[in-house]
């Protein structure tokens, strides 16, 4: 397997697109809280995951609302079932941890659910940032809560308050 990074500019600051056989499979941010060693990132090319760096501009741009760039997700099944009902929440909607938890019918795994949710290894393309606390504030994110803020702003949904 040929594992390829790239480094795209973006409105939140610089992007690491991680690609495994030309596939997506992984977008961190600066300082990404759970963001891969240098090693697993693999050699940097400039045109790792072409068409996810097509969508993401598009989608800063404004003018596009679902990601249909295929992605390869590695992690438990518990996580996989987590990051698949993620690429379900709608543009412009956000769901809670519970939501979340029942949409994968698993209602009293929350803590689980957010653990997974910051696991995430493919931020935007797959939406964690649409997941929000309980009452509806901003909790955790893994590229930092301003670029969490940035990312609900562009989709038209306000900034919730920082602590509820």
Not at 19 to 27: I, Q, T
Not at 62 to 86: H, I, K, N
Not at 98 to 105: P, S, V, Y
Not at 139 to 147: A, L
Request: aromatic residues 6%.
């Amino acid at each position: 397997m040929a594992v390829t990074h790239s480094i795209t500019d973006s409105p939140l600051g610089p992007l690491t697109l991680r690609a495994d056989d030309g596939v997506l499979s992984g977008l961190y941010m600066t300082e990404h809280r759970h963001g891969p060693s240098a090693d697993a990132l693999g050699e940097r090319v400039d045109d790792a995951a072409p068409a996810a760096r097509e969508e993401l501009a598009a989608y800063f741009d404004g003018d596009l609302r679902e990601f249909t760039v295929d992605v390869v997700l590695r992690g438990t099944e518990f996580q996989s079932r987590v990051w698949a009902a993620l690429r379900t929440i709608p543009y412009g909607e956000t769901w809670t941890y519970g939501e979340l938890a029942a949409r994968i019918d698993a209602p009293t795994a929350v803590r689980a659910v957010g653990l997974a949710n910051g696991k995430n290894p493919i931020s935007i393309v797959v939406p964690c940032h649409r997941v929000v606390g309980a009452n509806g504030s901003l909790t955790g994110y893994g590229g930092g809560m301003e670029r969490k803020r940035a990312l609900l702003d562009l989709e038209g949904l306000g900034a919730p308050t920082l602590f509820g």
